[in-house]
């Protein structure tokens, strides 16, 4: 092996560990997202065994870090971290005719996360109280919408930001066509 080898299989446990935690998710987890056993995890995890490339892809897929750069010896500070659109997590399922994708990386979840909605005609994103303190800013990338925080209500047009407390119940509603939005929340 040469030192370069060896300094990837030093670096790649570490690495793979990093990447799970930063996702929030338990070895179960990755297991089954990934079809490779618990045991199998724990060990790469713990230098104990190499994976293959096939497992070691498999483990990628399912912690959404990118294969190359989970071995790029580049220092954080010499590099970009890129999503690609079409590679960006989204939910389906918090709304009524409204996509979020998620575009905040996952460490960050429940102090500042960042969001893109999309709104088909008369959609809408109904929450319940965050955490107290909690607040939203959104602005408007494409159409109108109405914003409710409490018993405040505010239209907002292409371009327009607000700011409101999301500690309370809160909505945001398309008005009329099909809108787009970025979604920044503090403090959930």
Known sequence: ??????????????????????????LEAVAN?????????????????????STLWNLTRALQVDFAGLLDAAPANDRIDVIRAAEAPTIDNMGEGCRIRILSPPEEAGHHE??????????????????????????IIEGSVTVT??????PLNLGDTARYAADVPHAIVASGGAARAFLIVKDA
């Not at 997202?33 to 490339?53: A, H």
């Not at 005609?121 to 800013?137: C, D, F, I, V």
């Open 1 to 26: 092996m040469t030192d370069e080898t060896d300094d990837i299989l030093n670096r790649l446990p570490a690495r793979l560990k990093e990447a799970r935690r930063a996702q929030g998710l338990s």
């Open 33 to 53: 997202l990934s079809g490779v056993s618990r045991s199998m995890v724990s060990q790469i995890e713990r230098g104990e065994s190499s994976p293959t490339i």
């Open 114 to 139: 960042v969001y893109e909605l999309i709104f088909a005609p008369g959609g809408a994103l109904r929450s319940k109280p965050h955490t107290r303190g909690a607040t939203e800013q959104l602005t």
């Open 149 to 154: 925080s409490g018993m405040a209500e505010k």
